[in-house]
């Protein structure tokens, strides 16, 4: 009796329906989950929302790494503006030829920027008028879509930055995000 009152629920709590078909069901039931999120909400929960794109986003990256000159590909540094982007070049990137990506984010901001230099970032997220605070030079490469993910992830710019203007270790200090 209490599996048959659960089952309900299931679709929520497990993966067991085609996104579209989830979709249909939290708005025929009304049974959209909180989730705690500060931000937005898409379709999706934002457990489900959360699998969605990031394969894409690495793919993203590495066309716009593949757009730079041979010399800036080989020094280049990927910036994410959380854990998930910079999880998703960690987890994608190699396949792809990507180097580690850096962030600010939580645990990300401990490891510190690694062996980034200052001539080439690709940033992922953030706006032109905060980046070019930083780099003499700030280019919109691309924008990242993503229906199916969370809201805030879904049309963001992918930039390339050259020539930090900044130094390093007060950049580094200034972009500690632990939420």
């Known amino acids: 009796m209490v599996v048959l009152g659960a089952l309900p629920a299931l ?8 996104a579209d078909a989830l979709i ?3 708005r ?12 937005a909400l898409g379709a999706l929960p934002q457990h489900f929302a959360d699998q969605h794109g990031w ?5 993203a990256v590495a066309k716009v790494r593949d757009s730079l000159p041979a010399e800036e590909r080989e020094r280049v540094c990927v910036f994410g503006q959380n854990y998930g982007e910079a999880g998703a070049i960690e987890y994608f990137g190699p396949d792809l030829g990507l180097s580690k990506a850096i962030s600010g ?6 490891w510190g920027p690694g062996d980034c230099g200052r001539e080439v970032w690709i940033v992922l ?39 930090m203007k900044v130094e390093s270790e007060p950049l580094w200090r200034s972009v500690r995000k632990f939420i």
């Open 24 to 26: 249909s069901y939290l």
């Open 125 to 163: 997220g953030d706006d032109r008028e905060t980046l070019e605070t930083i780099f003499a030079s700030v280019e919109l490469a691309a924008t990242f879509a993503c229906g199916l993910c969370m809201p805030y992830q879904n049309d963001n710019p992918i930039w390339v930055c050259r020539g």
């Open 105 to 110: 984010h939580n645990s990300y901001w401990l």
């Open 55 to 59: 394969e894409e986003l690495a793919r």
């Open 11 to 18: 679709p929520i709590a497990k993966a067991v329906l085609p």
């Open 28 to 39: 025929a039931t009304g049974m959209m989950p909180d989730s705690g999120e500060r931000n």
